[in-house]
């Protein structure tokens, strides 16, 4: 079990410096709602926590209701990222860029929540052990940059320019 939150950590090692030197150079330059799209897109991927629910692809075993609990957080977490970019820049944009970043942010803390009240073994995950130990850090980091990015100061050119847009 320990090389299973080993795992873990160095995936949210790795995707920090990947961030850190790639990704947030990039964002932080950008106006809120371009730097926001990216982000968005990314998490509409999040359909494959529905995996979580497929016989075959994890064990029998996988507590029902740490699968239910992650599989419909995800597919939720994913239908709010799709709709988020097609409002953006406006006011609303940022309102359901902020509701999709707080629903996906405690859907995967309570993931990792619920898999420990439940006592979940790595091999209860089966084929999709990928999700733990290499997509829910990327997504946990991005959700950091998309609250950074949310609570950054717009310059008025910059809040102008959206509403112009808009």
Do not use: C, K
């Not at 970043?101 to 006592?119: E, K, P, R, T, V």
């Amino acid at each position: 079990m320990i090389w299973f939150f080993v795992s873990i950590a160095f995936s949210f090692i790795a995707w920090g410096i990947v961030t850190a030197r790639y990704i947030w150079p990039e964002l932080r330059l950008q106006q809120r709602a371009e730097a926001l799209r990216p982000l968005l897109i990314l998490h509409s991927f999040r359909f494959i926590g529905l995996a979580f629910l497929v016989p075959g692809v994890v064990s029998p075993d996988l507590p029902p209701a740490f699968a239910h609990s992650a599989a419909y957080g995800d597919i939720i977490a994913a239908i709010l990222a799709m709709f988020s970019p097609l409002f953006l820049p406006s006011a609303a944009g940022v309102a359901a860029t902020w509701i999709f970043s707080l629903w996906g942010s405690a859907d995967i803390l309570n993931a990792f929540y619920q898999a420990n009240h439940a006592g979940l073994l790595a091999g209860q995950l089966g084929a999709a052990f990928f999700l733990p130990t290499l997509v829910m850090p990327l997504l946990l980091i991005t959700h950091g940059l998309a609250f950074r990015i949310l609570l950054q100061h717009q310059p008025e050119r910059a809040m102008q320019e959206s509403r112009h847009l808009a």
